[in-house]
């Protein structure tokens, strides 16, 4: 089955920085690939999700690059603020259906 | 419209013991999919309901099952309880499929 694997586990930026998650995928026939943000005590959310058709996509402060040759994506946080502060979490979908495949989480605190 | 429930939020079993938990999906969405969160390991695959049918199935053993009704809400179940089934269980539903996910708030299990 599909292996993801998200680096770094834990990251701290200043606010105003910009914050950087990579995951890598092992599946060459997974073709969706979300961004969910959890923050503690709360249900994971989407916040920016990228198809295996497209390079790059933008949405405000977030952005997220999807490399298929090598297998990886990225997700990008510019101007980073306070309430970016959460865990964020990559997945990977081959598309039969909503099996999705998640890294491990990557633990952002924004230092204000 | 209303978001994804689930119920109980909280359960304390003994090992050895059978628990059900119960998930209602948005309005209209007709997959429901299960996740296992813990410290570490992120989210994992438990299994995806569709139209009453299993579509898909992670890697756990057989004592975890689910089920899905003809209004799209579903049960999960663990029979014979391990220390290690000790965690949040989370579901979420999607319309279609390869589409976002909406998540419920998880029922907190834990083994003693």
């Known amino acids: 089955g599909e292996n993801v694997e998200q680096h770094p586990s834990t990251l701290s930026v200043q606010e105003g920085d910009s914050a950087v998650i990579k995951c890598t995928y092992s599946?060459?026939?997974?073709?969706?690939f979300p961004w969910y943000k959890q923050e503690l005590g709360k249900r994971p959310q989407l916040i920016i999700d990228?198809?295996?058709?497209?390079g790059e996509k933008k949405d405000q402060r977030i952005a997220v690059t999807l490399n298929k040759t090598a297998k990886h994506f990225s997700l990008h946080i510019t101007e980073t603020q306070p309430e970016d502060s959460a865990v964020y979490f990559c997945?990977?979908?081959?598309?039969?259906?909503?099996?999705?495949?998640f890294g491990t989480g990557t633990s952002l605190t924004v230092i204000p | 419209k209303a978001g994804v429930t689930q119920t109980p939020r909280y359960l304390i079993k003994t090992r050895g013991q059978q628990v059900t938990l119960s998930c209602s999906p948005i309005?209209?969405?007709?997959?429901v999919s299960w996740y296992q969160q813990t410290p570490g390991q992120g989210l994992q695959f438990l299994f995806e309901?569709?139209?009453?049918?299993?579509?898909n199935k992670g890697n756990f053993p057989g004592r975890f099952s689910g089920r899905q009704f003809s209004n799209s809400r579903s049960e999960m179940n663990v029979s014979t309880l391990e220390l290690g089934d000790s965690a949040l269980y989370l579901c979420?539903?999607?319309?279609?499929?390869?589409?976002?996910?909406?998540f419920g708030p998880g029922t907190r299990l834990t083994v003693l």
């Open positions: 990228i198809r295996s058709n497209v």
């Open positions: 979420a539903s999607s319309i279609g499929q390869n589409n976002e996910q909406f």
């Open positions: 599946d060459s026939a997974s073709n969706y």
């Open positions: 309901y569709f139209s009453e049918t299993q579509r």
């Open positions: 997945a990977a979908s081959i598309g039969t259906g909503n099996q999705f495949y």
């Open positions: 309005s209209g969405h007709r997959s």
